[in-house]
């Protein structure tokens, strides 16, 4: 049984940081690849970055060069670093490991507000 659990959601004002954390835990062998996605309120779930199996890291246009994401394949983890944080950044926040399918987290609430 694959489990996928983030942590690190929390109310933060514009311009803030922020950090989540993504742990993967079962039986498996290995975590091919890793990534972020959010849902906005109102709006379909949307691709926020993703580490490939080749360890190249994509990320939406919306958030290059404030969102860092990084992984750790000894202890299939993840983190994504958010930094100077805009109302819009507002979303659940989705962790997805890719092992022979797909496992979603449950989502953790990122809240961007004064």
């Known amino acids: 049984q694959v489990q996928v659990v983030e942590s690190g959601g929390a109310l933060v004002q514009p311009g803030g940081s922020l950090r989540l954390s993504c742990v993967v835990t079962?039986?498996?062998?290995?975590?091919?690849?890793m990534g972020w996605y959010r849902r906005p309120p109102g709006k379909e779930r949307e691709l926020v970055a993703i580490?490939?199996?080749?360890?190249?890291?994509n990320y939406a246009d919306s958030v290059k060069g404030r969102f860092t994401m990084s992984r750790d394949e000894t202890k299939n983890t993840a983190a994504l670093q958010m930094n100077d944080l805009k109302p819009d950044d507002t979303a659940v926040y989705y962790c997805?490991?890719?092992?022979?399918?797909?496992?979603w987290g449950q989502g953790t609430q990122v809240t961007v507000s004064s």
């Open positions: 997805i490991a890719t092992i022979l399918r797909d496992y």
């Open positions: 580490i490939t199996r080749n360890g190249d890291t």
């Open positions: 079962g039986s498996f062998l290995s975590v091919r690849a």
